[in-house]
């Protein structure tokens, strides 16, 4: 009687290892339900390379090349943690975001549509770079911000100077604002928004 009990519960154990490894390997399959947002953070944030502050204008004499409206260019580099709580790999089919100084002063616009997989459970890291030019920004600033540099008391070349000397430095905040970053897996696509504010040191 013993020894069939024992034969019983080894047959039984058994058998519940053979289940529980194979519910071990079925993947989930991503669904609009189950489909969990990834979680978005930014890591860090530098200009990569400055040339300082300057302008000239289309009357003003190169002393190479032809003569025209220039500024000095600022690129920017953001560092972004993307973690992955899902059982199933995600694609990062693409972001977009919007990038303001002080955070009010929008100047431009970052569109990438690179796709990256996220493994299943795991956090990868996505870098977006962007350029702007003491020139596009001015353009930007006279076309939709007129009247928030007038409440500041500020010119339009009061403001550029003051980014461009204080961006190296971490003396004016950069805000990414209206950020959207799209994630498919299997068919199922989910857009999560982001935002975040970089403070002065």
Same mark, same amino acid.
């Given at each position: 009687? =013993?020894?069939?009990?024992?034969?019983?519960? &080894?047959?039984?154990?058994?058998?519940?290892?053979?289940?529980?490894?194979?519910? /071990?390997?079925?993947?989930?399959?991503?669904?609009?339900?189950? $489909?969990? %947002?990834?979680?978005?953070?930014?890591?860090? $944030?530098?200009?990569?390379?400055? %040339?300082?502050?300057?302008?000239?204008? /289309?009357? &003003?004499?190169? #002393?190479?090349?032809?003569?025209? =409206?220039?500024? @000095?260019?600022?690129?920017?580099? $953001?560092?972004?943690?993307?973690?992955?709580? =899902?059982?199933? !790999?995600?694609?990062?089919?693409?972001?977009?975001?919007?990038? @303001?100084?002080?955070?009010?002063?929008?100047?431009?616009?970052? =569109?990438?549509? #690179?796709?990256?997989?996220?493994?299943?459970?795991? &956090? #990868?890291?996505?870098?977006? +770079?962007?350029?702007?030019?003491?020139?596009?920004?001015?353009?930007?600033?006279?076309? +939709?911000?007129?009247?928030?540099?007038?409440?500041?008391?500020?010119?339009?070349?009061? /403001?550029?100077? *003051?980014?461009?000397?204080?961006? !190296?430095?971490?003396?004016?905040?950069?805000?990414?604002?209206?950020? /959207?970053?799209? $994630?498919?897996? #299997?068919?199922? +696509?989910?857009?999560? @928004?982001? *935002? @975040?504010?970089? !403070?002065? %040191?």
């Amino acid at each position: 009687m =013993n020894k069939r009990l024992a034969l019983l519960i &080894t047959v039984l154990l058994f058998g519940l290892g053979v289940v529980l490894a194979s519910c /071990a390997g079925v993947q989930v399959k991503p669904t609009e339900t189950n $489909f969990k %947002d990834p979680v978005i953070r930014l890591e860090s $944030f530098m200009v990569p390379q400055y %040339d300082g502050y300057w302008y000239y204008g /289309a009357k &003003t004499k190169p #002393d190479h090349g032809k003569a025209g =409206n220039h500024g @000095a260019p600022l690129p920017m580099s $953001f560092l972004f943690n993307i973690e992955n709580p =899902n059982p199933y !790999p995600i694609l990062l089919e693409g972001y977009m975001f919007t990038v @303001a100084f002080d955070q009010e002063f929008s100047l431009i616009t970052v =569109n990438n549509q #690179d796709s990256y997989w996220i493994p299943a459970g795991k &956090t #990868d890291q996505v870098r977006a +770079t962007t350029l702007i030019t003491t020139r596009s920004a001015l353009m930007s600033l006279l076309v +939709t911000a007129g009247f928030k540099l007038k409440e500041r008391g500020w010119s339009p070349w009061d /403001a550029l100077e *003051k980014w461009w000397k204080g961006m !190296p430095e971490a003396t004016v905040s950069v805000l990414i604002d209206e950020g /959207a970053f799209t $994630f498919s897996a #299997d068919g199922v +696509t989910k857009v999560v @928004a982001y *935002k @975040a504010l970089i !403070p002065t %040191d």
